[in-house]
């Protein structure tokens, strides 16, 4: 059995994202580093361009939460790629990517002072001038958004008041419900979390206030998970619910989610597609939170494609997130 400590650090993984299957050196795309100005920048990312025709489509890939990086990866366990392979598996279908690194981390450390001091306001108006240059690189009137898990937030709340220069929304494996709740939702469900979940639930509802908690006498586990120093940007977090700002969405969304997550669920893709009905939604067969195929109902396999850059990425996602972008809906 996994010790508590393990557990949790995935938990708070999730909130600290046909052609599908053709690996991303495969071919088809050619990428160069670009910037986006912003106070305190630059922010850098990768722009992936289709190598041999011009760009159908243009798409910013906002990545997840914590410390990941524009590839997907992290240093508390991750290194699936699955951004880098999204961004190649687009490239072959003629869709170009900017995929970024959010501010204060890895290459975007510009002048930020603090990462954790960051906003999702600054998230949202980042992306929205990843935008801009999304679309001037790629010669393409507007690009999208594609937010991944708590990216997929971020992008929700960039197209409150996006102007003409953002075509839509791709959400993957995003969010539907209050992110306290689905994190009080993952605790309960594992009977591993048990001796912590007392402790656990009381620092997710009084962030859920508003109010900072003293974790000196929390499981370490816990300490790390609501740390002074995240705590503030916990409470923004928990204070944004998804389905009200899609429900605010005038443009073109798609929803993907995997029946194989473990992080969010169907019921968050759900919530979504009731609150904008407009919306279109897929769901993936066997695809997990880092956009792999796994076994159904095999955690260790599920666990083990976090770590795993050679398994690829879910048939059939690339080809729809692709399709959509382009106009075939």
């Known amino acids: 059995m996994k010790t508590a400590p393990t557990l949790l650090l995935g938990i708070a993984l999730a909130f600290l994202l046909g052609a599908a299957a053709r690996p991303a050196h495969a071919g088809g795309m050619k990428e160069t580093g ?3 100005q912003v ?18 489509a243009a798409v910013v890939i906002v990545p997840g939460s914590g410390p990941t990086d524009r590839d997907g990866n992290s240093p508390h366990g991750i290194d699936a790629s699955y951004l880098k392979m999204l961004a190649g598996a687009l490239a072959v279908e ?33 992306a929205m001038a990843w935008v801009e240059v999304a679309r001037k690189e790629a010669e393409t009137e507007c690009a999208w958004l594609a937010g991944h898990s708590e990216g997929g ?26 992110m306290g709740t689905v994190l009080a939702e993952q605790l309960r469900v594992n009977p591993a979390n048990a001796p912590l979940l007392e402790d656990a639930l009381f620092a ?28 503030g940007f916990l409470i923004d977090a928990f204070s944004h619910d998804p389905a009200a700002l899609i429900a605010n969405v005038a443009l073109p ?3 993907v989610q995997g029946d194989a997550d ?29 956009l792999k195929p796994v076994p159904a109902g095999d955690v260790a396999a599920n666990l083990a494609s976090y770590r795993d850059p050679a398994l690829p990425l879910a048939p059939g996602l690339a080809q729809a997130v692709a399709d959509f972008v382009t106009g075939k809906r």
């Open 253 to 255: 969304v798609l929803i």
């Open 34 to 36: 670009v910037e986006a």
């Open 94 to 126: 003629g869709v170009a990517s900017i995929r970024i690194d959010k501010r204060g981390m890895f290459e975007s450390r510009g002048a930020f002072s603090d990462a954790n001091a960051a906003t999702f306001a600054d998230y949202a108006g980042d």
């Open 153 to 178: 937030l971020v992008a929700l709340l960039a197209a409150q008041e996006a102007g003409p220069s953002l075509c839509g929304l791709v959400l993957l494996a995003a969010p539907g419900r209050p």
């Open 204 to 231: 997710i509802d009084a962030l859920e206030r508003g109010d900072g908690i003293d974790v000196s006498g929390f499981h370490p586990a816990l300490q790390a998970m609501f740390a002074p120093a995240v705590q």
């Open 39 to 56: 106070e305190n920048g630059p922010l850098r990312g990768t722009l992936a361009m289709p190598e041999n025709e011009p760009a159908r």
């Open 262 to 290: 473990i992080q969010v669920s169907l019921a968050d893709a759900q919530a979504l597609s009731r609150a904008q009905p407009a919306a279109d939604m897929i769901v993936v067969p066997g695809m997990n939170h880092v």
